[in-house]
Nanobody
């Protein structure tokens, strides 16, 4: 199982970015997928996720600004981020939960497979 997150970069406050989580060798739409982020000196935190049945959930800090959606044709799970703030600066990771029960989990231990992370820097 391999996941790869991409799409990070440098953006000004108020700007937008779209991250993508791609998989090789298997189909993402069978699984719950989470997005997490980790800023320097801080713990990795839940950003949002999409369930295998299409439901989504977000951290309060990003609600209304971030949207997660599946692109089954491309076999990706994308994180669309708008109105970015300096506090959104972090390495962003996608992760896969292989369990067949439960909703979108907010803790890192629930996810068995992780992408390598992509850096998002929000700065003027």
């Amino acid at each position: 199982v391999q996941l790869q997150a991409s799409g990070g970069g440098l953006v000004q406050p108020g700007g937008s970015l779209r991250l993508s989580c791609a998989a090789s060798g298997f189909t993402l739409d069978y699984y719950n997928i989470g997005w997490f982020r980790q800023a320097p000196g801080k713990e990795r935190e839940f950003v949002g996720g999409v369930s295998r049945n299409g439901g989504s959930d977000y951290a309060d800090s990003v609600k209304g600004r971030f949207t997660i959606a599946r692109d089954n044709a491309k076999n990706t799970v994308d994180l669309q981020m708008i109105n970015l703030k300096p506090e959104d600066t972090a390495a962003y990771y996608c992760a896969l939960d292989i369990t067949a029960y439960g909703g979108i989990k907010h803790y890192t231990g629930a996810y068995e497979y992780w992408g390598q992370g992509t850096q998002v820097t929000v700065s003027s």
